[in-house]
């Protein structure tokens, strides 16, 4: 069974600094990973995934992630927090088995970015 | 691509009553997925359709859930007899086959039980 663990529910960081929001999964295949935003009373948003390809993720927004097999983390980082990023994210893991390819979310991290 | 659309958008009912929800995925996708989430967590798969046919549901579905994807086109989610625990956003996602893993979200129903 594939888990992911979103450590820290809630982040806050200033305008301007870095954000990082970390993820571990748990897989007993390859995974793949993504990370999704939510707004308040919105559906949720890609921001970006990966499938085995490069390691390091580029996504919108100017977010990425780097896939560590070694550590089985996938954490989220952006250089400059803006006021704009503040809302929820999300983690997900999915696999290649199967036919559903089904996500499997974490509980979800919600960043505050503070003036 | 028009997006992943879902009506209605909020939904109160009362105990007991039976709710239908509406999801029309993009187009060209022939895979839709239903996920459920409470406050305060991640969504949870429910069940998923490829084409009109429901490949996967989850232990999540009681008895009282059913879902439909006729033609493969649209779903509909109902819920039979309401209960409160059944209070939560009712997401709904769409992709291409599996060869592209990015699942497509719409805005979310949401659905209280009073």
């Known amino acids: 069974a594939q888990s992911v663990t979103q450590l820290g529910s809630h982040v806050s960081v200033s305008e301007g600094a870095l954000v990082l929001l970390r993820c571990n999964y748990s897989s007993s295949v390859p995974p793949y990973l993504f990370w999704y935003v939510q707004y308040p009373n919105q559906g949720l948003q890609l921001l970006l995934k990966y499938t085995s390809a490069a390691t390091l993720v580029k996504g919108i927004n100017g977010f990425e992630a780097e896939f560590k097999k070694s550590e089985t983390s996938f954490h989220l980082t952006k250089p400059s927090a803006h006021m704009s990023d503040a809302a929820e994210y999300f983690c997900a893991v999915s696999d290649d088995t199967g036919t559903a390819s089904k996500l499997t979310f974490g509980t979800g991290t919600r960043l505050q970015v503070t003036l | 691509d028009t997006g992943v659309s879902q009506n209605p958008r909020h939904k109160i009912t009362k105990r007991g009553q039976n709710v239908t929800f509406r999801c029309d995925p993009i187009s060209e996708h022939n895979r839709l997925y239903w996920y459920r989430q409470t406050l305060g967590q991640g969504p949870e798969f429910l069940t998923y359709f490829q084409n009109e046919a429901q490949l996967e549901k989850s232990r999540l579905l009681s008895d009282r859930f059913s879902a439909e994807r006729p033609k493969g086109s649209f779903s509909t989610l109902e819920i039979q007899r309401t209960e409160q625990g059944d209070s939560a956003m009712y997401l709904c996602?769409?992709?291409?086959?599996?060869?592209?893993?990015?699942?497509?979200f719409g805005p979310g129903t949401r659905l209280t039980v009073t």
């Open positions: 996602a769409s992709s291409r086959d599996r060869t592209i893993y990015e699942q497509y």
